[in-house]
């Protein structure tokens, strides 16, 4: 009979009916009450007030109608913790039954049973399970430590349960194994105890292999991941275990045969370049490989972006398989395009025809996406494989001729980077290029467009009025095309400056006056500083020789790639993301990445501990929810980050400025280029210079930036630390500190691009914190911030943002979006940044503040190596917002000691009052704060440490 008759029922009272089949004697009624009651579950009814009834039914030698109970209570037993108990000494009970299934079967349910009053109840029965006769028993028992460590990680580390599990790792029975290696494997990505209880040893991963050839699939996967994990002492002990691994190439699991490259991806990288063994096994990986494609299509993606890895890592080893990523008629877009990018990578001198013409054949299908990166991956093996350039740029010109639209426009972007790499030697098809003009439309397609224009200008004939088309519509053009041509008109008049004064006079005029883009702005600013002040100069910097481009531009950083090979098989590889970039939730102990051959006796993956182990002054990178649940990451993940940020350009100051007056004696290509009577020789606008003029007379360029306030003589100000390493930016690196000054708060940050590419469009967002601290102005950074350039930014901060009690008490969590992603971090505000200008008080009101605070509420404290008299101390906590109120000085014994009476006040308006005691010839401070709020007084005394320290 059919099981679906337990879900059908609707009969009023129903409940009462099975309270009462329950508490009967029959047991055949029982075990049908049960299944309605699972049923009613399994659909969403509340059958929590059974609970009690159903506990009582525990102790049944029917193991069918035991399975159903432990099923309830898992479900339930959070809701009803006190109830719950009732079923503790069944469960031991149960657990050293005669049935191996039936103790199995109790260890299992008290480990998904997640309540804590129960969880100390479960030590002895689990312990117990782990020396069990039976096998089964005992690999259930140890996925069950798993599950303990992760409700209470104190209590299995105290009660020795790592020690059994590495124990059970000795196991004769090999599913006992893989389940014991998963086990630890869980349990150390969040413990340290654990992480180094699980470092394996030769013995270890000798039992580990002979395991591996009897385990199911799932736990050949579970022994492979902790193998990849092992450092081998040498390289005969590493092909030792590349030689066992091998025949796993074979297996019929998909999971199998990625864990088994990764192991072998890994410790390749031990063994001699140039051994005949490595060159064997090289030829034996690229059959697996392959084999992974002709599975179903989601498992061939994920066999893609695995083999992308490889690719990039070792291309040898499927560079005579490149017809099998050769693209199929019915393949779906994502498999395509990872194909495509594939094929790309795998490229060279010998294939390059048969690649060529399966690509000229993609760029007639109908999936527009994928004709458009198939027309940049021409241009891409253009600047791969120089011997096929010519051929490349010949089946592009091909392309162009179709008249598609979004094929002229991804042809055009390539052939700009082409003419890159290339200098003097296509120039000849610029005119088919201009005779598609009006079909760019997309601004990329239009600023590579403008950018050949001006670089070429000299050789095209009426490159002014091309370059004029453009500019009619300045303003409604994204800012990339607006920069490209505002570069290009500069470059076309140091070419041809004769004819061409009113062209640059108008776009710089559009670019510095008549534009809110803090980007294109301060490049117009630039342009015409230069162009007024040392032509030459401009020369230099606008026509300088652009550096060579390659093909490796789209790699990824070799540290990023490193650490992505020993992922393999797992979701980062999919994503081509460290798993910490996309986990939360847990903050991963320890980083595995690959070290090269280099020197032999580290020639082993090595464990790099997190940011948080390493004794740098906080702040770190977050990992997880910290401080609490009302902290999550989340919160930043869903922010609508702004991009384009902009400002209004400052007013002039007044009086007739000319900046481009001392143009008059340009010397460009021949005598002298008479401006200053021109068009170019008038002041623009008519009335105020663009950057107006000082008091002083005379003109500082760069007073944009002199504009900020400084911080006073002997302020303190902590050095930067670094936010964000390059590694979790993808080559962004963020250094930075916080700063007071003239009244407003300060987030000094250095921006550094370690990456290959350039970048841009830079945002901030802070999440709620504190003490409500959030940007006041967006976020300006030079765009675009080319790889190994920095550029620092001081970005204003007000206190008006939404208010989270956050742990630390000043840890400020921030997105900060670029071109290539959006970035997290943690930062930690000094907390003298906070310190106010008023917050000095009259005297009686101090001392009956210090009254009215309760004596709870005074905290003690001392600050040690103390160099500086009484009046230095004053003067310094006065420079940082810390006023001296009252001073007074008492004889102790033999020795004077000074007492200052100080008060702060922070941005949130909570006053800290303040003793402090300097003994003569002691370096010795004491302090005695008093405030309402004591949670602020650690990070007071910190700063006050740094400030007498400074």
């Not at 009619?472 to 061409?500: G, M, W």
């Not at 009254?851 to 006065?878: C, F, H, R, W």
Request: glycine share 6%.
């Amino acid at each position: 009979m059919s099981d679906s008759k337990y879900f059908t029922t609707t009969k009023k009272g129903e409940l009462a009916e099975l309270k009462a089949d329950l508490q009967g004697d029959k047991k055949e009624k029982k075990k049908e009450a049960i299944k309605k009651i699972i049923a009613s579950m399994t659909v969403g009814k509340d059958v929590s007030s059974l609970f009690a009834d159903v506990v009582n039914c525990m102790q049944t030698d029917n193991l069918e109608l035991k399975k159903l109970v432990y099923l309830y209570l898992m479900n339930y037993a959070k809701s009803q913790p006190d109830l719950a108990i009732l079923a503790v000494n069944t469960f031991a009970k149960d657990c050293d039954d005669t049935n191996p299934l039936i103790r199995a079967l109790a260890v299992r349910t008290m480990g998904c049973i997640r309540v804590d009053k129960i969880t100390e109840y479960l030590c002895e029965p689990l312990r117990k399970c782990l020396k069990d006769e039976d096998p089964y028993v005992r690999k259930t028992a140890a996925v069950c430590v798993a599950k303990l460590h992760d409700i209470n990680s104190a209590l299995v580390e105290d009660q020795g349960f790592l020690d059994l599990l590495k124990d059970l790792l000795s196991d004769g029975t090999p599913m006992v194994v893989a389940n014991t290696v998963a086990a630890l494997a869980e349990i150390s990505e969040v413990s340290p105890t654990a992480a180094a209880l699980t470092d394996l040893d030769t013995m270890t991963v000798n039992k580990l292999l002979t395991a591996l050839n009897e385990c199911t699939e799932w736990g050949q996967v579970f022994i492979l991941d902790s193998l990849a994990n092992y450092q081998p002492t040498e390289d005969k002990e590493a092909q030792s275990i590349c030689e066992r691994v091998t025949p796993r190439l074979s297996h019929a699991n998909a999971a199998v045969v990625l864990s088994a490259v990764k192991v072998l991806m890994k410790f390749m990288e031990l063994l001699e370049p140039d051994s005949q063994y490595l060159t064997s096994l090289t030829r034996k990986l690229a059959p697996p490989l392959v084999t992974l494609l002709s599975a179903e299509p989601e498992i061939q993606f994920v066999a893609l972006r695995n083999i992308n890895l490889v690719v990039q890592k070792r291309p040898d080893i499927l560079k005579e398989d490149i017809k099998v990523f050769f693209v199929k008629y019915n393949d779906p877009i994502y498999v395509k395009l990872e194909k495509l990018d594939i094929m790309i990578r795998l490229a060279n001198t010998a294939n390059i025809g048969s690649v060529l013409a399966e690509l000229k054949e993609y760029a007639t299908e109908v999936d527009v996406d994928f004709v458009r990166k198939s027309v940049r991956a021409i241009g891409r093996c253009a600047i791969k494989v120089e011997s096929a350039a010519e051929r490349c740029v010949s089946t592009l010109v091909d392309l162009i001729q179709t008249k598609v639209t979004y094929v002229v426009q991804e042809a055009v972007i390539v052939i700009k980077d082409i003419f890159r790499k290339y200098p003097n030697q296509y120039e000849r098809i610029i005119s088919t290029l201009c005779e598609n003009l009006d079909s760019l439309d997309e601004p990329e397609a239009r600023a590579s467009m403008i950018w050949i224009l001006g670089e070429y200008c000299d050789r095209i004939d009426s490159v002014d009025e091309l370059l004029t088309s453009f500019l009619d519509n300045f303003h409604d053009e994204n800012s990339q095309v607006q920069l490209q041509l505002l570069t290009a008109i500069v470059k076309l008049f140091l070419k041809r400056p004769a004819d061409t004064q009113e062209l640059v006079q108008n776009v710089l005029s559009l670019a510095t006056q008549d534009s809110d883009n803090p980007d294109l702005r301060d490049r117009g600013y630039i342009y015409w500083r230069l162009l007024s002040t040392d032509p030459a100069a401009a020369k230099d910097v606008v026509l300088a020789e652009k550096p060579t481009i390659s093909e490796e531009t789209d790699l990824l950083e070799p540290a990023l790639l490193d650490e992505l090979i020993c992922h393999i098989s797992t979701l980062a590889s999919v994503y081509h993301k460290p798993p910490s970039a996309f986990v939360e939730g847990k903050v991963p102990v320890r980083r595995i990445t690959l070290q090269p051959r280099a020197e032999p006796s580290s020639a082993e993956a090595t464990e790099e501990t997190p940011p948080e182990a390493v004794q740098v002054p906080q702040p770190t990178v977050i990992q997880a929810n910290q401080g609490g649940d009302d902290l999550l990451i989340g919160d930043l993940l869903s922010l609508d980050l702004p991009t384009g940020p902009s400002y209004n350009a400052p007013a002039g100051a007044g009086g007739d400025l000319d900046l481009l007056g001392d143009l008059g004696g340009l010397q460009i290509g021949g005598g002298p280029v008479g401006i200053g009577g021109g068009a170019m020789g008038q002041p623009l606008g008519g009335g105020g210079g663009l950057f107006g003029q000082p008091a002083g007379g005379g003109l500082d360029f760069f007073s944009l930036q002199s504009g900020l306030p400084q911080a006073p003589p002997g302020a303190y100000v902590a050095p930067k630390t670094i936010w964000l390493d390059p590694a979790r930016g993808k080559g962004l690196e963020i250094k930075g500190t916080y700063g007071r000054r003239a009244g407003k708060i300060y987030m000094d940050m250095t921006f550094t691009n370690k990456a290959l590419q350039g970048m841009g469009d830079f945002a901030i967002q802070f999440n709620k914190n504190s003490f409500g601290l959030q940007p006041a102005v967006p976020l300006t950074v030079y765009s675009p911030l080319m790889p190994n350039q920095s550029h620092d930014v001081a970005l204003e901060i007000q206190v008006s943002g939404g208010i989270q009690r956050m742990d630390p008490l000043t840890a400020v969590q921030v997105a900060v979006k670029n071109n290539v992603g959006v970035h997290y971090f943690q930062s930690i505000v000094p907390m003298n940044v906070l310190f106010v200008e008023d917050g000095t008080m009259d005297r009686k009101v101090f001392l009956d503040t210090w009254k009215d605070i309760p004596p709870q509420n005074e905290i003690q404290a001392t600050i040690e190596g103390v160099e500086l008299g009484t009046a230095q101390i004053e003067s310094k906590m006065e420079l940082n917002n810390v006023f001296t109120i009252a001073r007074r000085t008492v004889e102790v014994g033999s020795m004077t000691q000074d007492l200052l009476y100080l008060s702060i006040r922070l941005t949130n308006n909570i006053s800290v009052l303040l003793e402090l005691k300097v003994t003569t010839g002691n370096t010795t401070v004491g302090l005695a704060f008093k405030t309402r709020t004591v949670d602020v007084v650690p990070g007071i005394k910190e700063s006050l440490s740094a400030i007498l320290h400074s």
